[in-house]
């Protein structure tokens, strides 16, 4: 019955992929099956984490965020949770052999939206490593299914892959990540004052993080290259649409792509995969 309770915690994280990102779901559905329920689970675990800190305004966070960070060890030490979120992800951090050190950077990284308001340099670097980069990193873990070499060979490009993502939405979420929650992630970046030469240099920053990206999709497994280059070119998608953006309304508004887009981009990806030129 174990198998039956396990298969319901797998599916939450599921749902939860499916309700709160579009995107990452269709990439997620595009992989070779045996990564689905893996990928579910750390999507699942990231994404509820994030949630406590970005908008469970009203509650004690940090205590609501010490107890999932003291719950999601106890998890993995133990093999089983009553979450079903934190029971997929620990099966996956024991599958895969996910390093704890991963784990600690993400849930750093998440402590410090509860008191960060703006970043100096150092400080951006090491959000970004441990809210993107690391999850970039445990998604590795899983394609390459114990392959060390390749995993050394690619972990570099797949942290630049798990930046670019961070960093477009950090331009995305400009206005409401100030308006709603007082941050500005970008270092030296004075939102009320924010131009074109600022909006510039973080795009050339993002350009180059999607460029290395590019490199280690190329180089992934092909059960997980498909589904990998499918939320590569959507955020890249989403990226020039931010760059055709002038700077005053990003400010104010939230750059989307439309679904009918995300299809689009979708069944071009199926075709160039069958084609191989993926």
């Known amino acids: 019955m174990l198998d039956l309770y396990e298969k319901t915690t797998f599916g939450c994280s599921k749902v939860i992929t499916e309700l709160y990102s579009t ?20 999507y699942g675990f990231v994404r509820y984490a994030d949630e406590i800190v970005d908008t469970f305004h009203g509650f004690d966070k940090k205590t609501l965020l010490d107890r999932y960070k003291a719950e999601t060890h106890l998890a993995i030490e133990e093999g089983i949770s009553l979450n079903p979120v934190l029971h997929s ?17 993400f849930l750093h990284s998440m402590e410090m939206d509860l008191y960060n308001i703006a970043y100096d340099a150092d400080g951006y670097n090491e959000y970004i490593y441990g809210s993107a980069e690391v999850v970039g990193l445990m998604c590795l873990r ?16 797949a942290r630049s892959l798990g930046a670019a993502f961070q960093k477009v939405n950090f331009l995305r979420d400009l206005k409401s990540d100030f308006s709603e929650r007082g941050r500005v992630y970008f270092p030296g970046v004075d939102f009320e004052n924010f131009d074109i030469s600022a909006k510039a240099l973080i795009e050339d920053d993002i350009q180059q993080d999607f460029d ?10 092909e059960g997980a290259r498909k589904g990998v280059y499918l939320a590569y070119v959507y955020y890249l998608k989403l990226f020039g649409r931010i760059k055709q953006t002038a700077a005053n309304r990003i400010q104010h508004e939230r750059i989307r792509v439309p679904d009918r887009i995300k299809f689009a981009l979708l069944a071009k990806t199926l075709v160039q995969s069958r084609l191989n030129v993926l």
């Open 23 to 42: 995107s990452f779901t269709l990439g997620i559905k595009t992989l070779d099956k045996k990564f689905h329920e893996p990928i579910f689970g750390i």
């Open 89 to 105: 992800f620990q099966k996956v951090v024991r599958q895969y052999n996910i390093e704890q050190d991963l784990i600690e950077a």
């Open 142 to 157: 899983v394609f390459c299914e114990g392959n060390e070499a390749l995993y050394d060979k690619l972990k570099a490009d």
């Open 212 to 221: 290395n990206a590019y490199r280690g999709i190329m180089g992934l497994p």
